[in-house]
């Protein structure tokens, strides 16, 4: 099977933009969750998605936002960037994402902010 | 107080060596336990999964769980250079299923 995989792999933005980052889950994987990843906080939970709803969420700013396709892909949109937000974002499927569901990660999306 | 501490290290060790690594976490509703290894300009990869105290065995892996005293460990044996990596333990709570992870222990495993 197909890993997890995150489009772009690499961004670079200016604050107060805005940005789109994509994910595609293992086939046949229904929930998805996405984190931050910085050196000083490690990762922190943002939020997940499992059947188009969000079912958990982190302690992140309104900014952070995302969701779920029909077919499990998702996407997490973050507007008015700051400084900040540069982190690595690492999305994460599993089937189900409850008990005895491991979470599988991809290699992330590595955002600057400038 | 984080919810899962972990020693960030670093660690380094000769080729060879067993390689021990801990976690401690503080919430009781914690039932799941994981261990991630990340390599540089990657994402954490599954590297051993379980539920219950005790040890579990994979290859030169063994993960340790003792509920009882919120400790968990994974132990490397005969390490390899290609161990190097950031390993992160990662618990996941029974009453909302999201995972606190520890902050990562970057060990060196010296040829």
């Known amino acids: 099977k197909a890993g997890v995989t995150q489009t772009p792999r690499y961004l670079i933005k200016t604050r107060g933009q805005q940005v789109t980052l994509s994910c595609s889950p293992i086939?046949?994987?229904?929930?998805v969750s996405w984190y931050q990843q910085t050196p000083g906080q490690g990762l922190q939970f943002l939020f997940e998605?499992?059947?188009?709803?969000?079912?958990n969420k982190g302690n992140f700013p309104g900014r952070f936002s995302g969701r779920q396709f029909s077919n499990s892909r998702s996407e997490m949109n973050v507007s008015t960037l700051e400084l900040g937000d540069s982190a690595l974002y690492l999305c994460?499927?599993?089937?189900?994402?409850?008990?005895?569901?491991?979470?599988?990660f991809g290699n992330g999306t590595r955002l600057t902010v400038t | 107080q984080k919810e899962v501490e972990q020693d960030p290290g670093p660690l380094s060790v000769p080729e060879g060596a067993i390689v021990s690594l801990n976690c401690t976490y503080s919430?009781?509703?914690?039932?799941?336990f994981m261990w991630y290894r990340q390599y540089s300009r990657k994402g954490p990869e599954l590297l051993m999964y379980?539920?219950?105290?005790g040890n579990k065995e994979d290859g030169r892996f063994t993960a340790q769980v003792d509920k009882s005293s919120k400790y968990i460990s994974l132990f490397i044996r005969d390490s390899q250079p290609s161990d190097s990596a950031t390993y992160l333990c990662?618990?996941?709570?029974?009453?909302?299923?999201?995972?606190?992870f520890g902050a990562g222990t970057t060990v060196t495993v010296r040829a």
């Open positions: 994460a499927s599993s089937e189900t994402g409850s008990d005895n569901s491991p979470l599988h």
């Open positions: 919430n009781s509703a914690f039932q799941y």
């Open positions: 990662a618990i996941q709570s029974l009453n909302d299923y999201k995972l606190s």
């Open positions: 379980t539920y219950s105290s």
């Open positions: 998605y499992f059947s188009e709803t969000q079912r």
């Open positions: 086939s046949g994987h229904r929930s």
